[in-house]
């Protein structure tokens, strides 16, 4: 599959859902806190755990991921729930061809899209927490959005898409 295409397909279906609004709203009603408490791995694994996703931890990478299997291709979701911020990403993974990103990077490139005058503020925006209480809240919220945006991605066809665009399967 041509990885541009893939990338503009995925920005396309991301625009319609509204990704970049929901996202920088999202980061913005958790824009503040710092967990300065050391032992972060735990209460994030117990939070994880509470939602209806299956999370599996990458030790050597500090994060957390997701994976769901779709007839040649693969949606993954990234978090890494470390030192009080909520990083999150996004990928499809179609034979070789892995495409998506971090949620600020693909935000800002939906927000150029659909205005090529944005310029967000913060730059790189997101959501934030201090304690175990306030990390379940972002977690939920982030899970909620991950739900809303992979509703039109599901919705296309990945794999008649790279066969279509001449990519190997």
């Known amino acids: 599959m041509n990885k541009a295409l893939a990338h503009s397909r995925l920005l396309e279906l991301l625009l319609r859902a509204d990704f970049d609004k929901r996202y920088y709203s999202y980061c913005e009603r958790h824009g ?3 967990w300065t408490a050391g032992s ?3 209460p994030a694994q117990e939070v994880l755990a509470a939602t209806h ?3 599996r931890y990458v030790k050597k990478e500090h994060f957390f991921y ?6 040649g291709w693969e ?3 990234h978090v890494s729930l470390k030192g009080g911020m909520a990083d999150w990403g996004l990928y499809i993974m179609v034979g070789e061809l892995v495409e998506g990103g971090v949620l600020t990077v693909l935000a800002r490139e939906v927000g150029t899209l659909r205005d090529p005058g944005f310029t ?3 730059p790189a925006p997101r959501a934030y927490f201090s ?3 306030q990390m379940k809240i972002v977690v939920a919220e982030g899970v909620a959005l991950f739900e ?7 919705s296309c066809d990945w794999k008649a898409l790279a066969q279509t665009s001449g990519g190997n399967v």
Do not use: Q
């Not at 809303?148 to 599901?154: A, G, L």
């Open 32 to 34: 503040n806190g710092r």
């Open 40 to 42: 972060w791995l735990e």
């Open 53 to 55: 996703l299956s999370f």
């Open 66 to 71: 997701h994976r769901e299997t779709f007839p």
């Open 75 to 77: 949606l993954k979701l």
């Open 120 to 122: 967000p503020a913060p």
């Open 131 to 133: 304690n175990a209480e």
């Open 148 to 154: 809303h945006i992979k509703k039109p991605i599901v």
